[in-house]
């Protein structure tokens, strides 16, 4: 893959980004403007989703318009109203005949906070406008504006999440990261260090999670600081590879375990942490049970940077 500058998923061709924040800060939603195949494997149990079903690859709806993320929980979904409007007037969408409906998949991260405004339709809209293969801006921009990681301790102790994105190539064929991390735990880089979590980081100084959770237990105390749906890393990876929505499910889940090599903890009752895949290529063709694997890990270890590079960016 020849090096064009761009080392953020919109390197991946066919693959088109857009943040919007909240004029207040705190919030905001992602756009990634295809069309593409996807695929989905969750996590986290305290997932907040919308339109997910046409991720299965037994849905009837063969590709995918547009994938969007947010904050606001729950209540952010309505940005994806103003993203499938947008698209709809251009007449894009699954043609049923009568008109074409945008397939517009879309998931939240937890950043309510007094005085903080939730994602709504103009939103979505905007960040729909704003797409472009430029690469992707990081730090605390659209929906990870309000993110926040080493909640474990409480919400005061944590430290900012945010956006990373990254890019690499296997085999002739083009790959991408981006992660939106506002994890329950703290966040690791390559080494095992802790770049962002709870404590504050002065001095080099982290909680470390394990401990912290054990020691409050062995007290006989609950862990009253965290609060079930609260935490969500929502990633996403993406290859011009082609392969089948089948054959996408398979690597989404290889590179899925991304997530428990950079955060701890992960996949707790706390968190609805979930890794999305997408292949821009317009055909499918066999691809070896190897080549699979491969594609799989080197998603992987670039799920791992974008991780990182969510906490450390300068922002």
Known sequence: MPDTGNHT?????????????????GTGCTVLLGPFRGAVEVLGMAASTRQFDALDPRHLVPQLDALRLTGGSAFGLAAADGVAASLAEQGLGFDTGIARVPIVPAAAIFDLADGVPRPDAALGRLACTVTSEAP????????????????????????????GSTSGGLGGHTLGALAVVNAFGNVRDGSGRVVGGAGGGDGGHW??????????????????????????????????????????????????????????????????????????????ST?????????????????????????????
Do not use: M, N
Request: aromatic share 2%; charged share 20%; net charge neutral.
């Open 287 to 315: 691809i070896a049970a190897a080549e699979s694997l491969a594609l799989g890990v080197a998603l992987r270890d670039l799920l791992e940077e974008a991780i990182t590079r969510a906490v450390t960016e300068e922002r």
């Open 9 to 25: 998923i919109t390197a991946v061709p066919g693959i088109r980004v857009g943040h919007a924040t909240a004029p207040q800060g």
């Open 136 to 163: 992707v801006a990081e730090g605390r921009v659209g929906a990870g504006a309000g993110a926040t990681v080493g909640k474990f301790a409480g919400r005061g102790h944590g430290s900012p999440g945010g956006v």
């Open 207 to 284: 909680l470390d999670a394990g401990t912290f959770l054990r020691e409050g237990v062995g007290r006989g105390e609950a862990a009253e600081v965290a609060r079930p749906g609260a935490s969500t890393t929502l990633a996403v990876v993406a290859t011009d590879a082609p392969l089948s929505r089948g054959e996408l499910a398979r690597v989404v889940r290889v590179a899925a375990t991304a997530l428990p090599r950079r955060i701890d903890p992960v996949g707790t009752p706390f968190d609805g942490d979930l890794v999305l895949g997408l292949t821009t290529a317009r055909e499918t």
